[in-house]
T-cell receptor
């Protein structure tokens, strides 16, 4: 176990709704990255937060947004859900924004109907 | 739990044999590479990493080889065990300023036959 936790484990939402996913980073880690993993594919980088600031973003639309809190936990928010948003959402924590090892949580399985 | 191995390349080996999983990466400027193991219903688990100033690194039962000339990585698992059955991803670390993002390969499903 990595010490990274995510909630909820599973979630079912309807198209057009909004969702918030949560991540608690490993103790001592100040950086959280979020990834989307569609079934049968590798994870894709959404964005990274370092000391409460967005530190980089992948090719995801603005309806994907996030927050990082002073305790370095993080939220991923997705507005106006689409069917293609159905995926496993992973967060990973690391010691910094550079090339440090990233430790992944178990993920949240989001299903959009 | 759900399978992450649908439609992935599959490597089937006998228990006790050695496994070799290959990966091509895309960015010649990448300088840090990681292999992850992902079991069904779980997040990726770090196995071993290598920096671009090395061409080989060994861990416990695992070895990673890096060929920068052809942008190729391989993961060798010695004496493969049933518990090694999982999807294996290589990832390259892409730097953009202070950002550290991982670009994952397609993944390979390793199936260990007892």
């Amino acid at each position: 176990e990595t010490g990274v936790t995510q909630s909820p484990t599973h979630l079912i939402k309807t198209r057009g709704q909004q969702v918030t996913l949560r991540c608690s980073s490993q103790s001592g880690h100040n950086t959280v990255s979020w990834y989307q993993q569609a079934l049968g594919q590798g994870p894709q980088f959404i964005f990274q937060y370092y000391r409460e600031e967005e530190n980089g973003r992948g090719n995801f639309p603005p309806r994907f947004s996030g927050l990082q809190f002073p305790n370095y936990s993080s939220e991923l928010n997705v507005n106006a859900l689409e069917l293609d948003d159905s995926a496993l959402y992973l967060c990973a924590s690391s010691l910094g924004g550079g090339d440090y090892e990233q430790y992944f949580g178990p993920g949240t399985r989001l299903t959009v109907t | 739990g759900e399978s992450v191995g649908l439609h992935l390349p599959t490597l089937s080996v006998q228990e006790g044999d050695n496994s070799i999983i290959n990966c091509a990466y895309s960015n010649s400027a990448s300088d840090y590479f990681i292999w992850y193991k992902q079991e069904s219903g779980k997040g990726p688990q770090f196995i071993i990493d290598i920096r671009s100033n090395m061409d080989k690194r060994q861990g416990q039962r695992v070895t990673v080889l890096l060929n920068k000339t052809v942008k190729h990585l391989s993961l060798q698992i010695a004496a493969t065990q049933p518990g090694d059955s999982a999807v294996y991803f290589c990832a390259e670390n892409i730097k953009g300023g202070a950002t550290n993002k991982l670009i994952f390969g397609t993944g390979t499903l390793l199936a260990v036959q007892p």
